[in-house]
């Protein structure tokens, strides 16, 4: 048997003539009970760290913020994504990623993946 198949558009065709085993990238749903939770690690691994005066505040509030709006409900992830990516931005800017490593690393995994596509900067941040 033969197909003839045009105009194939995608990004990525795979074609086979026999078995064809399809491996690949596997997605991890996390749910808003887990975000809340990484959003209080978060909470308090912030309350940890040195920063100067006035950014140790912005990062406070936005901590705080996102944890309050999780604990609410299902916040607006544009928002919440707008909040996580600033204070992850100062976090990295005034090396308190390196220094407090898991303790930061990890929740804002978390929160970054929570968010889906708008987490992707938060994500590009922690490399």
């Known amino acids: 048997m033969v197909f003839n198949i ?3 558009n995608a990004a990525q065709i795979n074609m086979a003539g026999g078995d064809q085993y399809n491996t690949g990238p596997q997605g991890t749903v996390i749910g808003s009970h887990d975000a809340y939770a990484a959003a209080r690690a978060l909470r308090v691994a912030v309350a940890q760290v040195a920063l100067p005066p006035g950014v140790r505040e912005q990062v406070w509030a936005d ?10 409900g299902e916040p607006d992830r544009q928002q919440a994504a707008g909040r996580i990516e600033r204070l992850t931005a100062a976090l990295s800017r005034y090396g308190a990623l390196a220094t407090a490593g898991a303790a930061l690393a990890g929740p804002l995994t978390t929160l970054g993946r929570w968010l889906g596509p708008a987490g992707a900067a938060v994500l590009n941040l922690l490399r």
């Open 63 to 72: 901590a705080v913020a996102v944890e309050r709006e999780l604990a609410a």
């Open 6 to 8: 045009n105009n194939q």
